[in-house]
């Protein structure tokens, strides 16, 4: 996490930042106006995002997530280190950490079949009802990578609540924030759900307005050398479908001074990944100074606020 994996020079940047992984399936909704689109309630809104990640194309990205660096195979290892009694993975998709984590239950709304040796979802549900099946304060660690991103914050809230009702009081929550993009509004008209605009003051203002105290927050990135080549073929098929450039939002820079913030911001995904196959097919075209990462997310942990007496 600590190193340094872009040039500080940002004309050495070739300039493409698609707009995200969201952009390779395709968009089902089309709300005529932001008027209609924000008069979603949240059943519509969790219907819609149940609906988008039910798509067949969503195979191609979510099976990505132990390759992260904070909250990827890293956090599996830790967690299995400390060998807590409870672990929910809340919005797990394809369950990674429930299949690779001692005592880590997954729970997603939509029901994902195994892929990629991964088990797919324990539980079928919506994590804001998850105490119509958990004991209150159970879980020592709370996985979130994922449903955070889905705003607005009236959305969210629900979700804070059921974290609240899970934790155990030295509970901890581990999770990820997609940093927001310039044509996220416009975007959610066909994309039928919000994605919150993470930047590091928003998550400032919410997590810490709403009970929890900001523990970590940092940069995250894709470990491209952990990626075998068959899933290294796969993401650069899925990033060479996305043709509309944009840049990242400069206010999603990293709290820890040692990490580049840059990460954050834009840089070539798909000359990162090709740089990579070429690494490996030790191909003279390999430009050993090009990083092997790609920009990823804002991780997070997260604690319950003491309550007072
Ligand atoms: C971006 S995907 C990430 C999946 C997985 N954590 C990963 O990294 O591969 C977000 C997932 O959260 C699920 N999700 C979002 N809100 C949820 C909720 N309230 N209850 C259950 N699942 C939810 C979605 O269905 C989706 O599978």
Redesign the pocket.
Known sequence: MTKKYLPDNLDEWDICEPNGEYDMRDDIFDYKNQKEFDALGYDQR?NN??NH?FQEGVTKV????EYRTHTGRTLAKRLNDEQPELII??????N?FGTNVKNCIG????DYKPTHDLRGPDII????KANTVFAPNCADYIIC???F??GPESHLLP?LESFKYLLKPTGRIVGHLRPGQIDDPIKSLYRGYYHMPWTLDLAGELFTENGFNIEWIGEEATDLTWLPDTRLQEHLAAWEQVNVSVSGPPSSAAIDKNLNTKTLERHDIIANIKNEIHRRHQDPLYDSNRPNYIRSRIAIELTLKKKKN
């Open positions: 969790r995002i149940m990640f979510r099976s990505f997530t993975d809340a919005g797990c998709g394809f990674y729970i997603d709304f939509v549900m919506d994590v804001t990578v994922g449903p991103n889905f979700l």
